[in-house]
């Protein structure tokens, strides 16, 4: 096999092995709380308190999880491959930063990064985040706010993902339920062009797997280093 580019979407599902929740699964982050009052920015602006609580239980888990070998198979592919593999993931954790993923872009935000509506700056913020406090670019009181995108919110890096998705020879999406777009498109604008292999490893088959030509169901602390596995041997 020709080494192509690889484009690879992740979303909560590669994390869920490690300890932290998806989204939408039965035991799901939308099941505990209201995705109308913690992500949104009308939610934000109605009760900035509650928003900062949630996003700071979530930045503590942060402390508590280490990438499992999901992360670590798709470390390595970048590594060993011999053209680009850009990760472009839905999640706000930093799990595949930790395994060794550089290529990376965070198309819904970072966790561990603030952001502040008066002068702009993405600052890294490791604590808890509340109403008060100053932004350490502009010294402006009370204008951080998590750098998370909410819904409503347009995600980041869309020019740089759409022109990885229209050279890639390889889309896999990993862990995702196939209902947030424009993600969830983005396996239709692989598609279109006609020319990729598109391949879905999700747990089991998400909302948009028959959009995909293969599919792998499994947990992906299996099935995504087997996968990797297999493409490195296709190399020698
Ligand atoms: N291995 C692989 N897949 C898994 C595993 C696992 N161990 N556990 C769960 N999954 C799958 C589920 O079957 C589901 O299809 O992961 C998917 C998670 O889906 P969601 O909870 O909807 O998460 P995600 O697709 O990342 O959500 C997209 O929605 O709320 C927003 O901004 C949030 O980025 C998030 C976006």
């Known amino acids: 096999m020709r080494a192509e580019s690889i484009v690879i979407l992740t979303g909560a599902g590669i994390s869920k092995e490690s300890g932290l929740d ?38 503590h888990g942060l402390s508590e999880v280490v990438p499992n070998p999901a992360h670590a198979a798709l470390a390595r592919l970048e ?5 680009r593999v850009l990760i472009v993931t839905q999640n706000i954790d ?53 750098h998370v995108v909410w819904f409503g919110e347009i995600p980041l890096h869309m020019e740089e993902i759409q022109s990885a998705l229209d050279h890639c020879g390889l889309f896999l999406s990993i862990g995702t339920s196939g209902t947030v777009y424009p993600a969830a498109g983005f396996v239709s604008a692989v ?16 909302d948009g797997a028959s959009l995909f030509a293969e599919t792998i169901h499994g947990p992906a602390s299996s099935v995504v280093p087997a996968f990797v596995e297999t493409l490195l041997a296709s190399l020698e």
Not at 22 to 35: M, V
Not at 41 to 59: E, S
Not at 79 to 83: H, M
Request: aromatic fraction near 6%; charged fraction near 30%.
């Open 22 to 59: 998806t989204f939408r699964d039965a035991d799901g982050i939308w099941a505990r709380h209201s995705l109308e009052d913690v992500a949104t920015p009308q939610g934000f602006a109605r009760d900035p308190d509650l928003v900062h609580a949630f996003y700071n239980a979530r930045r």
């Open 94 to 146: 930093d799990l595949h930063e930790r395994a060794g993923s550089r290529d990376l872009l965070h198309m819904h935000g970072e966790l561990t990064k603030v952001r502040c509506r008066a002068c702009g700056a993405v600052t890294r913020w490791l604590g808890d985040l509340g109403i008060g406090d100053a932004c350490t670019a502009c010294a402006a009181v009370g204008t951080l706010r998590p």
């Open 79 to 83: 590594r060993d491959w011999p053209n």
């Open 191 to 206: 598609r279109a062009r006609g020319r990729a292999r598109t391949v879905e490893l999700n747990l089991e088959p998400s």
